[in-house]
């Protein structure tokens, strides 16, 4: 089973500084170390004032974690950059950070990048890596791989297991350097050793893929469970699968419904959408759990906010045929809807039988002919018989539509469905009678040369 590798930038916390200083803050870190933040803000303000850079430091810590002061990130964000403007290391790298996650509003790239590179060039290994992943990844600035080889070399110069991390990734994927499984093996254990959780889990999928390595299915369980413990989304998945699948029975990983479940859990609360559906299914079922279709309903609505179309038409399924929850049409429109944007054909055209009916939704032809139109244009032939039905009946009547969809039904209909072949060949049949010559070879033509979008 195949898995992908990332890369991610370092934050989280600020690596705030508190090296050992001499000078008038001093006094400060002493008040601040009784409690007293007023004070101790007061005695940092003084040493600002009188160029200690570290001060300004202290200050935009407290701003940012609220020490002794309501939290105001943008005084702190002030503070880091007067710091960071008189080349402080640790100010410029934390608000790289701030401006990468975007804390207290959208990420601003630009802004990021520039001061990861300030405190990259200033030899910070940390800041290094995370540059070189702005330009992997083109983020404030255009991909640039040759870049970010240069910065992750020189993290990973200094031991940084993140710039371990990121090497391994170039050379995994050919990145800036000719791809070679063997050294990007190396990078990652290197990393993975130094316990980053990123370097475990792509360890992992190195021995679970047999990247570089013979395929080993056992090391690979042991690498995802390691930086599954540090909470990595994507090996909390990866081992939660072992366990779930019986791919990997053959490859000697036990099989265990509830450690899967509770992995599952763990990366569906991150975000995980395939966790989120997979959590659905168990706790419908009673894999791994005690059956809950409550409990169940909840994740699979989860995932399909997530986008995740298995997810959305099985709670429109669900809500339509009252399987194991009161019929609700309105909730069955509602994730029909989201199967249907998704691109689904047979959401679509269930979301168009609803909205002709007028059934959970306010009755809408016009709605319903855009949305057969959709699903009969993807080759659906259920949605092709009834947009030509639809076509036929409406005021005006659109016999040449009508025809074409009538006609390519027809040809594209099971034999074993002789009910709804032989309505399709009367439709056609009435909609060319309403045809002269013309415009039936017109809406012959297009039959003929139809192909599903």
Same mark, same amino acid.
Do not use: C
């Given at each position: 089973?195949? @898995?992908? +590798?990332?890369?991610?930038?370092?934050?989280?916390?600020?690596?705030?500084?508190?090296?050992?200083?001499?000078?008038?803050?001093?006094?400060?870190?002493?008040?601040?170390?009784?409690?007293?933040?007023?004070?101790?803000?007061?005695?940092?303000?003084?040493?600002?004032?009188?160029?200690?850079?570290?001060? =300004?430091? *202290?200050?935009?810590?407290?701003?940012?974690?609220?020490?002794?002061?309501? &939290?105001?990130? #943008?005084?702190?964000?002030?503070?880091?950059?007067?710091?960071?403007?008189?080349?402080?290391?640790?100010?410029?790298?934390?608000?790289?950070?701030?401006?990468?996650?975007?804390?207290?509003?959208?990420? =601003?790239?630009?802004?990021?990048?520039?001061?990861?590179?300030?405190?990259?060039?200033?030899?910070?290994?940390?800041?290094?890596?995370? /540059?070189?992943?702005?330009?992997?990844?083109?983020?404030?600035?255009?991909?640039?791989?040759?870049?970010?080889?240069?910065?992750?070399?020189?993290?990973?110069?200094?031991?940084?297991?993140?710039?371990?991390?990121?090497?391994? %990734?170039? %050379?995994?994927?050919?990145?800036?350097?000719?791809?070679?499984?063997?050294?990007?093996?190396?990078?990652? &254990?290197?990393?993975?050793?130094?316990?980053?959780?990123?370097?475990?889990?792509?360890?992992?999928?190195?021995?679970?893929?047999?990247?570089?390595?013979? $395929?080993?299915?056992?090391?690979?369980?042991?690498?995802?469970?390691?930086?599954?413990?540090?909470? =990595?989304?994507?090996?909390?998945?990866?081992?939660?699968?072992?366990?779930? =699948?019986? *791919?990997?029975?053959?490859?000697?990983?036990?099989?265990?419904?509830?450690?899967?479940?509770?992995?599952?859990?763990?990366?569906?609360?991150?975000?995980?959408?395939?966790?989120? *559906?997979?959590?659905?299914?168990? /706790?419908?079922?009673?894999?791994?759990?005690?059956?809950? &279709?409550?409990?169940?309903?909840?994740? %699979?609505?989860?995932?399909?906010?997530?986008?995740?179309? &298995?997810?959305?038409?099985?709670?429109?399924?669900?809500?339509?045929?009252?399987?194991?929850?009161?019929?609700?049409?309105?909730?069955?429109?509602?994730?029909?809807?989201?199967?249907?944007? +998704?691109?689904?054909?047979?959401?679509?055209?269930?979301?168009?039988? @609803?909205?002709?009916?007028?059934?959970?939704?306010?009755?809408?032809?016009?709605?319903?002919?855009?949305?057969?139109?959709?699903?009969?244009?993807?080759?659906?032939?259920?949605?092709? !018989?009834? /947009?030509?039905?639809?076509?036929?009946?409406?005021? #005006?009547?659109? #016999?040449?539509?009508? %025809?074409?969809?009538?006609?390519?039904?027809?040809?594209? !209909?099971?034999?074993?469905?002789? $009910?709804?072949?032989?309505?399709?060949?009367?439709?056609?049949?009435?909609?060319?009678?309403? +045809?002269?010559?013309?415009?039936?070879?017109?809406?012959?033509?297009?039959?003929?040369?139809?192909?599903?979008?």
């Amino acid at each position: 089973m195949t @898995h992908r +590798l990332f890369v991610s930038i370092l934050g989280g916390a600020l690596a705030l500084a508190a090296s050992a200083w001499a000078g008038p803050a001093d006094d400060g870190k002493t008040a601040l170390a009784r409690g007293d933040a007023a004070a101790a803000l007061k005695l940092f303000q003084q040493a600002a004032a009188q160029g200690d850079l570290k001060a =300004n430091v *202290y200050i935009a810590t407290m701003y940012y974690a609220g020490q002794g002061v309501a &939290r105001d990130l #943008p005084a702190a964000i002030k503070w880091f950059t007067k710091a960071a403007s008189g080349g402080d290391l640790q100010a410029q790298s934390n608000l790289g950070i701030i401006f990468f996650t975007g804390e207290g509003g959208a990420p =601003n790239y630009p802004e990021a990048l520039k001061w990861f590179r300030a405190a990259a060039e200033q030899g910070q290994a940390k800041a290094q890596s995370n /540059l070189a992943t702005m330009y992997l990844m083109g983020q404030g600035t255009a991909v640039n791989h040759a870049q970010a080889l240069a910065w992750y070399r020189k993290a990973a110069a200094q031991g940084d297991a993140a710039g371990e991390n990121g090497l391994g %990734y170039m %050379y995994k994927y050919g990145n800036g350097v000719a791809a070679d499984n063997a050294e990007a093996l190396s990078w990652f &254990r290197k990393a993975a050793e130094k316990n980053f959780a990123e370097a475990q889990k792509n360890l992992g999928t190195m021995y679970d893929n047999g990247d570089g390595v013979p $395929e080993d299915a056992l090391q690979a369980q042991a690498w995802f469970r390691k930086a599954a413990g540090q909470g =990595n989304a994507a090996a909390q998945f990866n081992l939660a699968s072992m366990s779930y =699948n019986d *791919y990997y029975a053959a490859k000697g990983i036990k099989q265990d419904d509830a450690e899967a479940f509770w992995w599952f859990r763990k990366a569906a609360q991150q975000g995980v959408v395939e966790a989120q *559906y997979i959590m659905g299914t168990m /706790l419908e079922i009673g894999r791994g759990t005690v059956a809950d &279709r409550v409990e169940a309903m909840k994740w %699979y609505a989860l995932a399909a906010d997530n986008s995740d179309l &298995r997810a959305a038409t099985k709670l429109a399924a669900l809500y339509e045929t009252g399987d194991g929850v009161p019929r609700d049409a309105g909730q069955a429109v509602r994730w029909l809807q989201k199967a249907a944007d +998704l691109g689904d054909a047979k959401a679509q055209a269930a979301l168009a039988a @609803h909205l002709v009916a007028g059934d959970g939704v306010a009755a809408d032809r016009a709605a319903a002919t855009k949305w057969l139109r959709k699903a009969a244009d993807q080759g659906n032939t259920a949605a092709q !018989l009834s /947009l030509a039905a639809l076509l036929e009946q409406s005021t #005006p009547s659109n #016999p040449v539509e009508a %025809y074409r969809w009538y006609a390519i039904a027809a040809t594209r !209909l099971a034999e074993t469905d002789a $009910e709804a072949r032989s309505k399709a060949n009367e439709g056609r049949e009435r909609a060319a009678a309403a +045809l002269d010559a013309g415009r039936l070879a017109e809406a012959r033509k297009f039959v003929t040369a139809w192909k599903p979008k």
